[in-house]
C-alpha cells in the first residue's frame, strides 16, 4: 500500500499534483449543461419565430434570426460561456424591435438559485468578503464583493416590494397566525425577539406567506400593526382564523374581525392541559383528550368534551379550567367541513415553517438584526427553499355546516 502511494506521488499522478486538480466528470457536466441552456433558448426562440432555423415562413413572417451573443451565466453548475440566439422581431407599429428571452431575462448573469444561495450566506450575518472566500471554490473565483453587492441590493429591493405589494387579488380565505422568537444582535448585544408571521390559504388550497416582520413583541398593538398594514393594502376579510392562544393575538382579531371563527390551536392546549396536571397523569389526560379533539363526528366531539370535563373536575380541577379557558374557540373546526378538521385544528402548517427556518439558521446563534432575520424567512420561501403543500380538504374551502350546539359547561 505505501510503496503505490510512493509510486503515485513520484510520477506526478497524486490527487493534488498537475493536471490531477482537472476534473472530467465537473468539465463533462458543465458541458452538458451549456447545450442544454442553449438547447433551451433556441426552443424558445422557434417558438416566438414559429419556425425552425433555416425553415420559410408560411406568410408574414413574426421576425427573423439575427446572430448570436456571447454570455456568461453563473449556476449552480458554475459558470458557462453561452452563444446566445438573437433576433429581431415585427413590433406592432411596424418596424422591428430586439427579441428578449424569459427563460435568460437580458441583465441575468447568474441563475435564482445562486443569488438565493449568496442572499442566504449575507442575511446568516455572512459579510461580502467572507461570502466571496466561501463560494471561491465553488464557482471557480466567479463571485466578487461586487457580486454579492449587488445581489443584496436585488433581494432588497425584492424584498421591499414583496412588504409593499397589492393584496386584493389574493383569493384568501383562511389566515393562520403565529410568533417566533429567534435571537439577533440589537445594540451589539444579542437579543431576543418576535417574529410575527401571517400564513394565508387561497381559495385553491395553496398556502402563502402574507406577512413576516418584527413588531417588538406579540401584544395586542403589535398584531393590530401588522393587521391593519395588510388591510391597508388590501386584504379581505377572511373566513376563518387559526391561532396558537397568545392572549394579544386574541384581542386584536377579536376588535378587528369579531364575526370571523377563530379556531385556537389544540396542540397548544394540549400543551398547557399537560402543565396543568402531575406528570403522573399526562398519559391519561393526554388520551381523554386525544378522544375528544379527533372524535370523528361533532356530536361525539361535544358528547366526549362533556364528560372529559366531568371526569377531570373531579380528578384535577386545574386541567378541567384550563380546557374550560379555550371555551367554544378550539372548537371552532367543528363549523367546516369534516374534510378540513386536519388542517384547521391546529398551528402546525406554520410551525413547520418555524422549525425549518431554525433548522436552517441553527449554526448561525445570533442574526445581524430584526429586518435581516425576517427578510431571511422571506427569502427561503421566495426562492423556493421552503416549499408549502395544500391543505388538507381545500376541495371543500368556503364551505360551512350548522354551528354545533354549545357544550353546556356546567353539566
Not at 25 to 46: D, H, M, N, P, Y
Not at 169 to 191: F, Q
Request: aromatic residues 6%.
Amino acid at each position: 500500500m505505501e510503496e503505490n502511494s510512493t509510486k503515485t506521488e513520484a510520477d506526478g499522478t497524486g490527487l493534488f499534483a498537475g493536471e490531477a486538480w482537472f476534473d472530467p466528470i465537473e468539465a463533462g457536466i458543465r458541458e452538458r449543461v451549456r447545450g442544454f441552456i442553449q438547447e433551451l433558448l433556441e426552443q424558445e426562440l422557434t417558438a416566438a419565430l414559429g419556425r425552425a432555423r433555416h425553415e420559410r415562413a408560411e406568410g408574414k413572417p413574426a421576425g427573423y434570426r439575427n446572430g448570436t451573443r456571447e454570455r456568461q451565466l453563473l449556476g449552480s453548475f458554475g459558470q458557462v460561456a453561452l452563444s446566445v440566439p438573437r433576433a429581431r422581431m415585427a413590433a406592432e407599429g411596424g418596424g422591428t424591435q430586439e427579441w428578449r428571452s424569459a427563460t435568460l431575462p437580458r441583465y441575468a448573469r447568474m441563475t435564482r438559485q445562486v443569488e438565493a444561495l449568496i442572499a442566504g450566506a449575507y442575511l446568516s450575518g455572512t459579510n461580502t468578503r467572507r461570502v466571496k472566500r466561501a463560494l471561491a471554490a465553488l464557482f471557480g473565483g466567479a463571485v466578487g464583493k461586487d457580486v454579492v453587492s449587488r445581489t443584496w441590493r436585488k433581494i432588497k429591493v425584492d424584498w421591499d416590494a414583496w412588504n409593499g405589494r397589492d393584496l386584493a387579488g389574493e383569493n384568501i380565505v383562511r389566515l393562520i397566525l403565529d410568533g417566533t422568537v429567534v435571537r439577533v444582535r440589537l445594540d451589539r448585544k444579542a437579543t431576543n425577539i418576535s417574529l410575527l408571521v401571517v400564513l394565508g390559504v387561497r381559495r385553491d388550497g395553496k398556502k402563502v406567506l402574507v406577512a413576516v416582520k418584527n413588531m417588538g413583541g406579540e401584544s395586542e398593538a403589535a398584531w393590530r400593526g401588522i393587521l391593519d398594514g395588510l388591510i391597508a393594502r388590501g386584504l379581505r376579510t377572511p373566513e376563518f382564523l387559526i391561532t396558537d392562544g397568545g392572549a394579544g393575538l386574541e384581542r386584536a382579531l377579536a376588535a378587528l374581525w369579531p364575526d370571523v371563527p377563530a379556531q385556537r390551536c389544540s396542540v397548544h392546549k394540549h400543551r398547557n392541559l399537560l402543565a396543568h396536571a402531575p406528570d403522573a397523569l399526562h398519559e391519561e389526560v393526554s388520551a381523554d383528550y386525544t378522544d375528544v379533539i379527533y372524535a370523528e363526528t361533532a356530536k361525539q366531539v361535544e358528547a366526549k368534551r362533556r364528560v372529559f370535563l366531568r371526569k377531570w373536575r373531579l380528578r384535577c380541577p386545574a386541567v378541567a379550567a384550563s380546557l374550560e379557558e379555550a371555551g367554544d374557540r378550539l372548537f371552532a373546526f367543528l363549523r367546516l367541513p369534516p374534510s378540513q378538521w386536519k388542517s384547521a385544528r391546529t398551528t402546525n402548517a406554520i410551525e413547520r415553517l418555524h422549525e425549518e427556518f431554525k433548522r436552517r439558521i441553527k449554526t448561525q446563534t445570533v442574526l445581524p438584526s430584526a429586518e435581516t432575520a425576517a427578510m431571511l424567512f422571506w427569502a427561503l420561501m421566495a426562492s423556493g427553499q421552503i416549499t408549502m403543500r395544500k391543505v388538507d380538504g381545500w376541495q371543500t374551502l368556503g364551505e360551512r355546516v350548522a354551528v354545533p350546539v354549545p357544550v353546556d359547561l356546567a353539566a
